[in-house]
């Protein structure tokens, strides 16, 4: 059985999220993670998931979490159920996991970002908002287990409350960088994952792996055109 898995969120209402979408995520990894590995997907939606997509319905301890809105309202999408990601129900989804968002293109080997043997490994985008030690929430490697604080504390509107006053926004992610910024290891520069925002002109970097479409612009969306020879199964 293999140690490693990717993991991926889906749920009702997200915006224009869907199972096609999880598909075209799940092939990318195939072909750039060549060590074998689970891809799953938590979600609490029906929808047509490829066979390389292991499906886990949504925990209810994640699903009640849903509930929270950020202090920004709806500028910022509510991604709090991510939180059961630590929790130590979590440890269910294997050894070692990857946490992904959904909108991202894999555009090589993803090989080496399982290397680090950090108990929680975080990215920290050059495009930071909220706080210079922000985390960003759309990926993370982890041994489920790791940090049970960041689920056993989070105590709803309180606690999103007193990430909003040190400086951190967003939802699961400002928690999160409240929690563990500054304390926890991080991919180093020149690992070659970007955001879109960090692409001048939008052009592909040489050394990219993996970039995040953090923002309204979607990969599906078909640009910037190098998405195209990517973004497909």
């Given at each position: ?12 209402g997200?915006?224009?999220?869907l199972?096609?979408?999880?598909n075209v995520l799940?092939?990318m ?11 799953v997907?938590i ?6 998931f490829?066979?390389?997509?292991e499906v ?31 929790s130590a ?11 992904v ?6 555009t ?17 985008p ?51 960088s409240?929690?563990?910024a ?5 991919w ?5 994952i ?7 002109d ?10 995040q ?8 969306h078909?640009r ?10």
């Amino acid at each position: 059985m293999t140690n490693k898995t990717v993991v991926t969120w889906l749920w009702a209402g997200n915006r224009d999220y869907l199972p096609e979408h999880v598909n075209v995520l799940a092939a990318m990894f195939r072909r750039h993670l060549a060590d074998p590995h689970r891809f799953v997907c938590i979600t609490d939606m029906p929808g047509n998931f490829g066979p390389g997509v292991e499906v886990m319905p949504m925990p209810p301890a994640a699903k009640a979490l849903g509930k929270f809105r950020t202090p920004e309202g709806g500028r910022f999408p509510s991604c709090y159920r991510r939180l059961w990601m630590f929790s130590a129900e979590a440890k269910c989804l294997g050894k070692r996991v990857l946490m992904v968002d959904i909108d991202l293109v894999l555009t090589g080997s993803v090989d080496h970002l399982f290397a680090p043997r950090a108990r929680f490994v975080g990215w920290q985008p050059k495009a930071s908002w909220g706080g210079t030690e922000r985390l960003g929430g759309g990926m993370y490697l982890m041994t489920p287990g790791a940090h049970t604080e960041v689920f056993d504390d989070f105590k709803g509107m309180e606690s999103i409350i007193a990430a909003r006053a040190a400086g951190f926004r967003g939802s699961d992610q400002a928690w999160m960088s409240y929690k563990l910024a500054g304390k926890v290891k991080l991919w180093p520069q020149g690992v070659g994952i970007y955001s879109i925002r960090d692409l001048k002109d939008g052009r592909l970097p040489a050394d990219a792996c993996l970039v995040q479409f953090n923002g309204t612009g979607k990969p599906w969306h078909g640009r910037p055109a190098w998405t195209s020879e990517h973004w497909k199964k």
